[in-house]
């Protein structure tokens, strides 16, 4: 059944994707979406509406179709329409669309539950509406809705209407799954049972993904010879969605050995624009186009790429405009931090290495994202990380926030080997610590130096909740000293901002007293 015949992908994110709970795409957002899908992505058809929706979706079904006939491809436009007499023909005729996607019943329970016909009115009802549709001009796509239910428990009828309608002036039978009911097996023989009866016929199949076996269905249905295939961006689509374009692509490309025009390498960027436009959130693991999927987190893994791409395969990130990664954190070790330093031209001494890796670990531990963009931060915080040697250190504190209550603080300091406690309030959690070390200070005689510049931030690139910086600037005896500290708590940066300045200041001092003294002797 493999073979290179080709295989029309069929994208469906304007309309089924669209029935997506929370999604609605205004009119300037479907002409986007349906010019990168046909134009860059290269699918081969898009369904882009239901037809007498509202106002809007005409307005937007008429601006594509408009840009469609500029740009010669008007039959890759598809619209839904309904058995309503000529209604919904009449509405895609008018929106300048020329290819319906005619809803039949594809199942005896939907044709006696809902339409309240016998079969024989709805072939009738449908010769008609293939008619109508041919004399405007629309060519017809054929839905057989419940197909999959109708194979089940109402095989006869299926065989009934396609036989009555394979002659009609239909150009594809289109067999949806519409409740997602079917597994690998079954998608496989209803299909195949299709192609065997009809081996002329264009056949679509239309996959849901309630049993999270969307992907998996269409690879079996496309073994079974279906000469198109059903999907939507991101699997948008009604309850679990529709197959995911980027994993069909996938799957297609390395698991079968069938024919298709999409352009890989523009998968990414339309899954993230459907995503800004659909506000649905790719969820990170999301096979080909979530955040982490090219992301090694475990250090072998980073060590066995540096190695011959030991852990590469097929799915290489390149293939669907995406890079490799190494993600940093508990379980990434000194392979994946190398990568990343690599990346940023950074190259570190052994042992400074092991420190930036055991400060990665810690903040692992803490259970913090840590991305490349923090690593400089890093680095350069390990570089300057001298202070237990320091004379002045905070051994401990305690700092309060409650509602309607000034902060307080109280804290343990070590100045020259010797312990001091303070307290203090203050306006705001770093005034009252500030507060507290001053009457420290006050308590010893020392000069306070004056707070110039506060300020915190995110490291630049705003991709990671892992870390803060804080900058802090003083002026000591007419002196500016600049200190900054960086942790995941913007007090704690502040703090240990604060602590490198007030070793600056002793250090200054120090050696301001030893050329007093030189200069005594
Ligand atoms: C509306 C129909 C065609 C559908 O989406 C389905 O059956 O899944």
Not at 407 to 435: C, H, R, W
């Amino acid at each position: 059944m493999n073979d290179l015949r080709s295989l029309e992908i069929m994208d469906t994110t304007l309309r089924d994707g669209e029935q997506t709970s929370g999604v609605s795409f205004n009119s300037e957002e479907k002409l986007g979406v349906a010019k990168l899908l046909l134009q860059s992505l290269k699918v081969d058809r898009i369904e882009v509406a239901s037809a007498r929706v509202s106002e809007g979706e005409f307005q937007a079904v008429k601006r594509i179709t408009k840009w469609a006939e500029e740009n010669d491809c008007l039959d890759k436009i598809e619209v839904l329409g309904f058995i309503d007499g000529t209604a919904s023909l009449d509405w895609i005729h008018a929106s300048g669309a020329r290819v319906v996607n005619l809803l039949s019943k594809g199942s005896l329970k939907h044709l006696k539950g809902q339409l309240k016909k016998s079969p024989g009115q709805h072939v009738q009802d449908i010769k008609d509406a293939v008619t109508y549709a041919s004399n405007l001009g629309i060519k017809v796509n054929l839905y057989l809705e419940d197909w999959s239910n109708g194979m089940i428990s109402s095989r006869d009828y299926v065989w009934y209407l396609m036989d009555e309608l394979q002659h009609e002036n239909i150009q594809r039978f289109m067999l949806p799954d519409t409740l997602g009911i079917l597994n690998q097996v079954q998608s496989f023989d209803f299909c195949y049972a299709c192609r065997e009866r009809y081996p002329k016929l264009h056949l679509d199949f239309h996959a849901h993904n309630d049993y999270d076996l969307a992907v998996a269905n269409v690879y079996s249905s496309i073994l079974a010879g279906m000469n198109g295939i059903h999907t939507t961006v991101n699997g948008l689509g009604e309850r679990a969605g529709n197959a995911p374009l980027a994993s069909v692509i996938g799957v297609i490309n390395d698991h079968l050995s069938r024919k298709i025009n999409v352009d890989e390498n523009k998968i990414n960027i339309v899954s993230k624009i459907v995503e800004t436009f659909s506000g649905i959130r790719i969820p990170r693991n999301k096979p080909l186009v979530g955040e982490n999927v090219f992301t090694q987190t475990c250090g072998v893994h980073a060590d066995g790429d540096s190695k011959d791409g030991l852990y590469f395969n097929r799915l290489m990130p390149e293939r669907f405009g995406r890079e490799r990664k190494y993600a940093l954190g508990k379980t990434s070790g000194k392979a994946n931090i190398k990568k990343n330093l690599e990346e940023l031209g950074i190259t570190l001494e052994e042992e400074t290495m092991k420190l930036v890796t055991q400060r990665v670990i810690e903040l692992g531990d803490k259970k913090e994202v840590v991305t490349i963009d923090d690593l400089p931060y890093i680095v350069s915080d390990v570089l300057n990380q001298t202070m237990d040697e320091m004379p002045i250190q905070i051994k401990h504190y305690s700092l309060s926030l409650s509602k309607g209550m000034r902060p307080f603080v109280s804290i343990n300091l070590e100045v020259n080997g010797k312990m001091y406690e303070g307290t203090s309030s203050g306006d705001g959690q770093y005034d009252a610590f500030m507060n507290a070390i001053w009457s420290i200070y006050d308590k010893l005689g020392r000069n306070r130096p004056i707070l110039t510049d506060y300020l915190v931030r995110i490291p630049p690139g705003g991709k990671s909740d892992a870390l803060v910086e804080a900058f802090i600037a003083w002026n000591y005896k007419g002196k500016e000293f600049k200190t900054r500290g960086l942790d995941p708590d913007q007090i704690e940066a502040a703090i240990k901002a604060t602590l490198r300045m007030l070793n600056l200041i002793e250090q200054h001092d120090n050696v301001l007293a030893g050329q007093l003294s030189d200069n005594n002797k």
